[in-house]
């Protein structure tokens, strides 16, 4: 097994993560998104869930990010 050095901080709707991406960059902060549907379509095969994305990021950024995720999911439960 190979040990990563990312953390997945959020999964959700492709527009969610987007928006979820770019407040994170705005405070410098590089995300990783893992997207299994675009992956299975340019190999050839079917998703199960279209649109639906992971966000990672890394251990030494994970502790700057958690808060402004935490603050991202607040304002979507209202």
Request: aromatic share 8%.
């Amino acid at each position: 097994m190979i040990d990563s050095t990312y953390s997945r901080i959020f999964s959700g709707s492709f527009i969610i993560v987007q928006l979820a991406k770019d407040r994170l960059e705005s405070a410098g902060i590089s995300p990783v998104i893992k997207d299994e549907s675009e992956s299975g379509r340019l190999a050839g095969f079917g998703a199960s869930i279209q649109g639906f994305q992971e966000l990672y990021v890394s251990q030494e950024e994970l502790n700057h990010a958690q808060p402004i995720i935490d603050a991202l999911k607040e304002e979507l439960e209202v």
